[in-house]
């Protein structure tokens, strides 16, 4: 493995939520103003946390998911889960103008610099494809040619966080793939049935071994496990595979 | 100091009162590691203590598990945020190991197959604080949870119990690791809530 940079105090601040908007019925994104933000790479995430009036507090990780342009808000896209404590809070009762407590940018590893040069390969399951999609939009900003495949295993086109950005980005950003693999419920026009992501849907979208890509697999902890699994299955070095799970099953 | 968050009561599920800080009880076993699973055939397995001054201890899997070994009922903590209270291991206490090493230096750099590594002071691991564990539950530990054989340090974030460990690197000075190097606290107190660096 190689080394990771980042070492530095990380404080929390004071954000506040600027802009929100729903990405599917369960998934909303906050575009946060952070004051003195130092910047991020495209996979980092941040810490958020939370305080009732009495004390309490809870804190969960969140994948940034906007490109860094030098200035401007910060995103991130939040699942909610039903039974969750925190999750619930950020799609269903934070507004525009409340103020929450961030720190970051957290991770040096899951990380994508539009600097490099290798053929890249996304694997996302569900809400995995957060920080994927930061990679995506890192590359546009700096106007990339670095050639990029995503393979996004979503349960049904309802749940596909940024579809139609996606489906943009893949006509207009060259050598930029996208592939929509649908685990439950496949749009109308789909020429197969519903099914999970097998190792045919890797080795026909991904790149092969012999290409050398770094591979960023992001999901449920099961996702995760499978897709990584192919990747070595099918002769990827394990060394260029690197994986974010998100707990959950 | 903190703001008030507008309308976040929080769910407070239970907590039991030995839960360090800001650490909620899982009741499956999370996964987290930065790559695949390496899977490592017993036969090639080995562990391998390097000391300060070169001279190399090694173990295959065979002599390892010949090792007197001993079970271990201990409360987990996961820098990110879930515990597991009351989880049992059987493993070799690196006491045993150290019985063979001799070594003056204070820190031990953990490997492992797949090329993670994590910093811990010798203190850390030894006087019955430090397994090296290679089943969990009764039953052989599974590779998604550091099979064959992982690190156990329960008293420290768990991402020092480095899974697939293959050995330790006798140090004088003490050194990030793999984590530790990407911005995460040098020693890792979950009841100090020493996650990142500057904690
Ligand atoms: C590096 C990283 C990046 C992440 N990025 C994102 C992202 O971009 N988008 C995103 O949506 N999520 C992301 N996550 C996940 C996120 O941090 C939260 O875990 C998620 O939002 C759920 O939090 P919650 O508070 O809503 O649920 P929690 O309250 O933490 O609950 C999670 C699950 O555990 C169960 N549970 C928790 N506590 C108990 C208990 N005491 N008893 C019984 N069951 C319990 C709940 O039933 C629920 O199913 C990321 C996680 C990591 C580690």
Known sequence: ?249 | MSIISRGFGGRRRESPPDLPPGQYLAHDFPVLSAGPTPRIPLDRWHFTIVTETGEKHTWDWKQFTALPAEEITVDIHCVTKWSKLGTTWKGVAIDTLFEEVESAADYVMAHSYGGYTTNVPLEDLLDGKAWIAYEYDGEPLHPEHGGPARLLIPHLYFWKSAKWVDGFRMMHEDEPGFWEDAGYHMYGDPWREQRYHGD
């Not at chain 1, 991020?40 to 809870?58: F, M």
């Not at chain 1, 929509?180 to 999970?196: E, G, I, L, M, Q």
Request: hydrophobic share 40%.
């Open chain 1, 1 to 249: 493995m190689a080394r990771a940079a980042v070492s530095r105090r990380l404080t929390w601040r004071v954000a506040t939520v600027v802009a929100a908007r729903w990405e599917t019925p369960s998934a909303r994104t906050l575009v946060l103003d952070i004051p003195e933000w130092p910047g991020h790479l495209a996979g980092q995430h941040l810490d958020i946390r939370l305080t009732a009036e009495d004390g309490y507090q809870a804190q969960r990780s969140y994948s940034i998911a906007s490109a860094w342009p030098g200035d401007g808000p910060v995103e991130i896209s939040v699942q909610r889960l039903e039974d969750g404590e925190v999750s619930p809070y950020l799609t269903d009762v934070v507004e525009p103008g409340d103020q929450i407590e961030v720190r970051g940018p957290v991770g040096g590893w899951f990380v994508w610099r539009d600097t490099a040069t290798a053929p890249v390969l996304l694997l996302a399951g569900g809400s995995g494809v957060v920080p994927l999609m930061a990679m995506i939009r890192a590359r546009s900003l700096a106007g990339g040619r670095q050639p990029f495949r995503l393979i996004y295993s979503v349960r049904t086109p309802e749940d596909a966080l940024y579809a139609e950005e996606l489906r943009r980005r893949g006509r207009e950003d060259s050598g930029l793939d996208v592939r929509f693999v649908w685990t439950r419920k496949a749009p109308d026009d789909w020429p197969h049935p519903p099914k999970r992501i097998d190792v045919a849907t890797v080795n026909t979208y991904g790149w092969p071994p012999d290409f050398q890509p770094d591979c960023f697999v992001c999901g449920p902890t099961t996702f995760v496990e499978t897709a990584a699994d192919m990747l070595v299955a099918l002769g990827h070095d394990p060394k260029r595979i690197r994986t974010e799970r998100f707990g959950g099953a």
